[in-house]
């Protein structure tokens, strides 16, 4: 009896045991720890890019040489009695001021020679006009009689006429040479050289020494193949900036004059020359240009319109990166058609708004996600989370 009724309890026990163990096993289980999502898509930064308008500034460098420069030679032969006391190397002397004077006795004797030549070769004119008004009133008291040339005093008056005429070209002549006696700055000058001295005797064409004119300079800047491109169509009157470097360095405005019209044979560049007025200053009070000084001139080119400015880090072998819509790097090619400084120009490649990537990661490849630095990716977030979700 016993042995029967074991027989059916125990399986209700070993049951009721078990769901027991099933029950607290579920009970003590801990809950699954949630996994966390992480988002390896690389962090860029990225800068929208904007088309502007550009204007084109064209750099070189030149050498300051005057204007002209002149070697002075005396005009008449003599003793030099005195020279302006700014006639020295280095000194500086005003148009028209008076460099040095040759003895002038001989020449005044020979103006007022010729002045007295002159006035004797007119006495002879007025006395051989007169002769032939003799002549010619007799013809009209005897109409009928034939009358020759010379008789009218025809020749005798042409002959005076020219002795007037000679005496005058020696008398133009005798006063050129008394004026040469005096020689003159011919313009605004540097003295470079001076080779004469008080008693000095020198002979006609004898070199005196040199100018250069301080009136208006010149710099003659050649300009590389990449830059001509930008030059205005029209060259002459454009406004340049001249700038000496260094420690006291100055600016000064300058005009471009005018295109050499030749191409180096070697260096394959053209030349501009670009005027300074007063460049020692001496009207304008403004700081002086030395010639022979290495200045830089600038000045502006043509005006590029719809023209993207990058920095030259971002452009490789004329490409940059972007981050399409799809927050994914997208290569473009772009088209680089001016370098300056530390900046490229950019003409084609790139559209207004164009989400420019400034940071890239260490191996970009084309169609990889990235993520903006500074955006929160809502989208992007939501679907790695579902994602995960499906997976556990």
Known sequence: MRTTILKWTLPFVALGLGIVGFVGINAIAQEPEKKEIVDTRPVVKVEAVAANDHQVIINSYGEVKPLESTR????????VVSWHPHFVVGGIVARGETLFTIEKDN?????????????????QLIEEQAQAQVAADEVKRFPGKERTALFLREPQVL??????????ARLKRAQRDLDNCEVTAPYDALVVSRDIGVGQYINMGTQIGELNNIETAEVIIPIAGFDSVFLPERVKGITATVIKTGLHGF??????????????SATRMSSLVVRIDDPY????????????????VNFAGTMLNNIYRLPQELVNN???????????LEPRKVKVIREEGEFFYISDGLEADDQLVITLPEYPQKGMAVKIAGVQDVKKVDALDSATTEKL
């Open 107 to 123: 020449y005044e004797a020979a103006l007022l020679q010729a002045q007295a030549e002159l006035a004797q070769a007119k006495s």
């Open 281 to 296: 200053g001496l009207v304008n009070k403004q700081q002086a240009i030395k010639y022979g000084s290495y200045v830089q």
């Open 251 to 264: 600016t000064r405005q300058a005009v471009v004059d005018r295109d050499l019209g030749i191409v180096d």
């Open 159 to 168: 002959s005076a006429q020219a002795s007037v005429k000679s005496a005058q």
């Open 72 to 79: 002075l030679s005396a005009q008449v032969s003599g003793e």
């Open 318 to 328: 004329q490409m940059v990166w972007i981050v399409n819509d799809e927050q994914q």
